[in-house]
């Protein structure tokens, strides 16, 4: 069976154009969830859209088990009101974390867990005084994003999104929080890992920490530096 597949706004963007062709060559009948599935796994650039995406099926919102047959019109809808939640995001305000952490919030998901980084007054018997963040923006939110999709491809269902925050961060202020949500609480403990992790490693942000007595810029803390493992 093939299908030419109606795509808009960011998400013609992001898959090559407003009109997709889809095959679909199994036996099991397709649905609007299995074909969901399948474009997420085609198109990775638009997997974080198409999770919050509906299925159109000749003009009518489909449910998930909706049969779609070849002389179907086929549409992807992504969200017509308030826009596509931004799921990795930089600022220079206080963060809410329950804002970070609503994002990922899922009916089908028993587990969600928010990493939460803040300034420490005492590192290695030295007193800091505040930490001031500073960041390559563009390529900071492409691998920002790009370790959202590597959570949802290596973690089935899982979702991820990152805020960091810019500037100066005082004692106790918050400068970054990761929020994950899975179906199990396995999953969600280890893509939370892998995403801090990944952000020390291949995201372009340093700090400036000054204390009493002066200040030193740190960026990658964990050994040899090399984002390209």
Known sequence: MKLHIYVFAGLAE??????????????????????????????????DMLHHSFVAVNQSYAEDDNPIQPE???????????????????TRD????EAVQAKVLHPNHGAA?????????????????LLDYEAYEPMALKT??????EIQQRWEGALCA???RLGRVDIGEISVVIAVSAPHRD?????????IERLKQIVPIWKKEIWEDGSEWKGHQQGPWNPLV
């Open 14 to 47: 992001r898959m090559g154009g407003p009109l997709i062709e889809f095959e679909w060559e199994q036996s099991t009948p397709l649905t609007s969830l299995l074909l969901k599935e399948q474009l997420i796994a085609r198109y990775p650039l638009a997997a």
């Open 94 to 97: 206080a963060i809410s974390v």
């Open 144 to 149: 920002m994003n790009q370790i959202i999709r």
């Open 162 to 164: 990152i805020t960091h």
């Open 113 to 129: 867990l928010s990493f939460i980084g803040t300034t420490r007054e005492w590192t290695h018997g030295k007193r800091t005084l």
């Open 187 to 195: 999953a969600a403990y280890e893509a939370s890992r892998h995403a």
């Open 72 to 90: 179907d019109e086929v549409a992807i809808i992504p969200p017509v009101s308030g826009g596509q939640p931004q799921l990795a995001e930089i």
